[in-house]
């Protein structure tokens, strides 16, 4: 199931709202959101829970273990680790080394995501950052919370640890989380489904100008598909009563490659820091071992998305750029007007994306080469003018919502216009909730295109 279905929105989510607010303690709460959780997850494809329920029972089983100081602490550990890499590597990592087709048609949705998780915990159970979880109950609702299952926030255990006993349930909380989904909504159906549109359309256009909107395109419609859907993630949370850290925060206004990643995915981010860049020294280190440090985790971040070399020449790419501003480029960017290295940064990440996006090697090169006009037929053409001129307003929109002018707007209403400025946001969100329902109901469901990771 999708947060963007109609039978979610009204029938599912309502459902469980009523169930969970009507049943008496948060012990029962849990118990009745695991249930939601695990029917949310086996909706459209109840063989994948299998799997998911090995995972937790593993998890669960191994993290007491862990906690055991026995002789085998050390085989435990590895085993236990080892065991959730191995579920990973076989569903998407597979095909890359054996010569023959192997069926993966029922890879669990948001695979990375609860594996990670789980990896998470056993880590901070290993430092003694945790105890274990011994209630089964609340460690599969830590794992399966469908929340947060899908597509993320990668959240660990130590953030929600002390959420899954007692949390605070009130009605500001409950109307924030609605309005975050409806924001994420609005981001998901106006905006990225809308410019997955602009991005079919250009897909075979060989023009400069058409092969630039092309490019861009793409990465409007990641950013608002995946900032979209934490947003409805993280809203839900809090409808439930859970507080998590925002994924994103504005990337496309950044001026360097390092602040893009720390505002992009940020629970990736920091799960990759805190679990594989500090553990191999992080900046406290010589410089080539730093260097092999920051490549490691952006090969690893690569990899993370996918089997193809294209997502690992993504991640190292940009792990270059990362260590350039680190030994040769920092004084410079700071000397820089901002808007200078602004588009700097724009350009390196719409770069990255051509490479992201490709289904190989030669499709990037040659998408990034007809950019600066290498190959391309000619400037511009018809096509791509009626694409552009169609599209006009959305592009425009969609640049103004990557900026933190909206959010301003927003902020500057409540605090000056107080009881006014909360009714006026309102009314915005429902018509455009109403828009966001008419869209959904005239076309077919688009998946999250973070969910195939």
Known sequence: MIFNSLIFIFFFLPVSLILYYLTPSTYFKNI???I????????????????????????YISGIQIAKETKHRKLIIVTSIAFNVLILCIYKYIDMVVPFEIDTSHVPIGLSFFTFSAISYLGDVITKKVEPQKDIVLFSLYICFFGKISSGPIVTYSQMQSQLKSRIMNRAKFNAGMVLFIKGLIKKIIFADQFALVFQALSGNDTVLGTWLYAISYALQLYFDFSGYSDMAIGISKMFGFDFDINFDHPYMSKTIQEFFR????????????YVYFPLGGSRVNNTLYVRNILIVWFLTGIWHGANITYIIWGLYLGLFV????FFLKKALKKLPKFISHIYTLLVVLIGWVFFFSPSLLSAFDTLLRMFGVGASSFMNSDFLFVFTSYLVLIVFGIFFTTTIYDKLQIFSYNHLKNKGVIITSVVYVVFFVVCISMMVGSTYQSFLYSAF
């Open 32 to 34: 009745v959101l695991l």
């Open 36 to 59: 939601i959780s695990l029917l949310f997850y086996s909706w459209n494809d109840p063989v994948t829970l299998i799997l998911l329920v090995l995972s937790i029972l593993w998890n």
């Open 263 to 274: 505002r992009w995915h940020i629970s990736l981010g920091n799960w990759f820091k805190n």
């Open 323 to 326: 260590l350039m501003e680190k």
